[in-house]
């Protein structure tokens, strides 16, 4: 459980690693007290074949969502930070380091803090149906055959008040501490999320799948029932037929095929983005 707020609340990366015990995510950390984005300076040790190096920052400047949107944060509030990582899928496989990322925040929120949360595909992870975290991966990669790199960017509200939120998304966004009442230590919460990226990481990397897939399954709040998504301009509806760890979301439309959709190319509507 993380520990309530009673001192002033930095991250540093001797704390960070201090019990860390993580063997791939988190063996190399850096904190910067303001950046434009985590997910850039991680992309530069990427370049040296770091994996495993774990940027964090205090604040950003440009910090990204899925499809170009911005991340809103408040300085010394969340957990920002992104981790370089080559687990020897090619680029077309990313959604499964989505996945990684979403069931590791709700694992975090669960043993850290006690809080259930659900995950609402492709990336945010909602608790009491209200956005605390997104998940941003990247790569550079073309080829989509190729083993590549990737960067998996986390943003947590850990810390942030309502009034800290812009008030068009005080009724769609939570924090931490909002949600408890009180204000905890992001160290203990990032050493818990750096864990529990390790052990799935892990399992990725040898392929073993099962157990992420199936507690992704059963967090994502899209496994039953309709949605209408938007691709590239086109508006396609159809009842949930299956999530698929590598290929995303399969729709049976209305006219009764199923259609697969990846979860970087499309938008659920009407849902309200944030």
Same mark, same amino acid.
């Given at each position: 459980?993380?520990?309530? %707020?009673?001192?002033?609340?930095r991250?540093?990366p001797?704390?960070?690693?201090?019990?860390?015990?993580?063997?791939?995510?988190?063996?190399?950390?850096?904190?910067?007290?303001?950046?434009?984005s985590?997910?850039?300076?991680?992309?530069?040790?990427?370049?040296?074949?770091?994996?495993?190096?774990?940027?964090?920052?205090?604040?950003?400047?440009?910090?990204? +969502?899925?499809?170009?949107?911005?991340?809103?944060?408040?300085?010394?509030?969340? &957990? %920002?930070?992104?981790?370089?990582?080559?687990?020897? %899928?090619?680029?077309?496989?990313? !959604?499964?380091?989505?996945?990684?990322?979403?069931?590791?925040?709700?694992?975090t929120?669960?043993?850290?803090?006690?809080?259930?949360?659900?995950?609402?595909w492709? !990336?945010?992870?909602?608790?009491?149906?209200?956005? /605390?975290?997104? /998940?941003?991966?990247?790569?550079?990669?073309?080829? !989509?055959?190729?083993?590549?790199?990737?960067?998996?960017?986390?943003?947590?509200?850990?810390?942030?008040?309502?009034?800290?939120?812009?008030?068009? %998304?005080?009724?769609?966004?939570?924090?931490?501490?909002?949600?408890?009442?009180?204000?905890?230590?992001?160290?203990?919460?990032?050493?818990e999320?750096?864990r529990?990226?390790?052990?799935?990481?892990?399992?990725?990397?040898?392929?073993?799948?099962?157990a992420?897939?199936?507690?992704?399954?059963?967090?994502?709040?899209?496994?039953?029932?309709?949605?209408?998504?938007?691709?590239?301009?086109? /508006?396609?509806?159809?009842?949930v037929?299956?999530?698929?760890l590598?290929?995303?979301l &399969?729709?049976?439309?209305?006219? +009764?095929?199923?259609?697969?959709?990846?979860?970087?190319?499309?938008?659920?509507?009407?849902?309200?983005?944030?």
């Open positions: 459980m993380a520990e309530y %707020l009673n001192k002033p609340d991250l540093h001797d704390e960070l690693l201090n019990r860390l015990g993580t063997k791939i995510i988190g063996r190399e950390i850096h904190v910067f007290r303001e950046t434009a985590t997910n850039d300076i991680a992309w530069q040790f990427a370049s040296e074949t770091r994996e495993g190096v774990t940027i964090f920052a205090e604040a950003q400047t440009l910090g990204r +969502g899925r499809r170009g949107r911005t991340w809103i944060d408040s300085d010394g509030k969340c &957990i %920002l930070m992104s981790t370089v990582v080559m687990p020897g %899928l090619p680029a077309r496989e990313f !959604n499964v380091l989505t996945v990684l990322g979403a069931v590791a925040v709700c694992q929120l669960q043993v850290s803090c006690g809080l259930q949360s659900t995950i609402k492709p !990336n945010d992870v909602l608790v009491g149906g209200k956005k /605390i975290c997104g /998940i941003l991966v990247e790569t550079r990669q073309d080829d !989509n055959k190729t083993p590549g790199t990737f960067v998996i960017g986390i943003g947590l509200n850990v810390n942030l008040t309502a009034e800290q939120l812009p008030e068009i %998304l005080r009724d769609h966004a939570t924090s931490i501490s909002m949600e408890l009442g009180k204000a905890v230590h992001r160290t203990e919460v990032a050493r999320l750096m529990n990226l390790d052990a799935h990481y892990r399992d990725v990397r040898t392929g073993d799948l099962t992420l897939e199936q507690k992704w399954k059963k967090l994502c709040l899209t496994g039953s029932g309709f949605l209408t998504l938007e691709q590239s301009g086109k /508006i396609y509806r159809g009842r037929h299956d999530l698929d590598r290929d995303g &399969i729709l049976q439309l209305d006219s +009764g095929v199923l259609k697969s959709f990846r979860g970087e190319h499309v938008s659920v509507v009407p849902d309200i983005e944030i």
